[in-house]
T-cell receptor, first 116, second 112 residues
């Protein structure tokens, strides 16, 4: 069964460093998302991406964050200058497009980001 | 702003019991509602998706209902098993936006 994959599973970085989290969505899906979950807190939406552009972003997704689909299969989240409060589990998700109907989102296993 | 609340925060029951997990949301303008399972330190596994026009969905021992007008959904688990132990998350799809808003989850423990 197709699944969303994410690499790395765990990333440790120093405060102020740039990180890139990578995701391979399900191959025939057209909507892509990033969410994060700070330990002990709710899963929070960061950004959605469709047709090579951001379709929606949250107030968390400031200028330090960017997303890209560099090669038609990967979907990346970049954090330019990490802060301690960026430590969280980051989930990638994808969903198929179906006109007039909101679709099921499928989540990857997550990347645990630890900022020291 | 949509808020999603799940009650109870934690539940512990003996194996074999039928149980109900509750989810409430403040804004009835939703596209859909999804129930997920999350094992410790792991990703989210989609269990059921209910479109806003539907009243319920069933998958095996799981049945989810949706009452949009009252802002409620329930997840019914029949004949619970120790393998059902996990955190169950409810998430609503926002009308006019491509995103999910999550509840804080119910941590379920099934005791053998």
């Amino acid at each position: 069964e197709p699944e969303v994959t994410q690499t790395p599973s765990h990333q440790v970085t120093q405060m102020g460093q740039e990180v890139i989290l990578r995701c391979v969505p399900i191959s025939n899906h057209l909507y892509f998302y990033w969410y994060r979950q700070i330990l002990g807190q709710k899963v929070e939406f960061l950004v959605s991406f469709y047709n090579n552009e951001i379709s929606e972003k949250s107030e968390i997704f400031d200028d330090q964050f960017s997303v890209e689909r560099p090669d038609g299969s990967n979907f990346t989240l970049k954090i330019r200058s990490t802060k301690l409060e960026d430590s969280a589990m980051y989930f990638c998700a994808s969903s198929p497009f179906s006109s007039g109907k909101a679709n099921e989102q499928f989540f990857g296993p997550g990347t645990r980001l630890t900022v020291l | 702003k949509q808020e999603v609340t799940q009650i109870p925060a934690a539940l512990s029951v003996p194996e074999g019991e039928n149980l109900v997990l509750n989810c409430s949301f403040t804004d009835s303008a939703i596209y859909n509602l999804q129930w997920f399972r999350q094992d410790p330190g792991k990703g989210l596994t989609s269990l059921l998706l209910i479109q806003s026009s539907q009243r319920e969905q069933t998958s095996g021992r799981l049945n989810a209902s949706l009452d949009k007008s009252s802002g409620r959904s329930t997840l019914y688990i029949a004949a619970s098993q120790p393998g059902d132990s996990a955190t169950y998350l409810c998430a609503v799809g926002i009308q006019g936006a491509q995103k999910l808003v999550f509840g804080q989850g119910t941590r379920l423990t099934i005791n053998p």
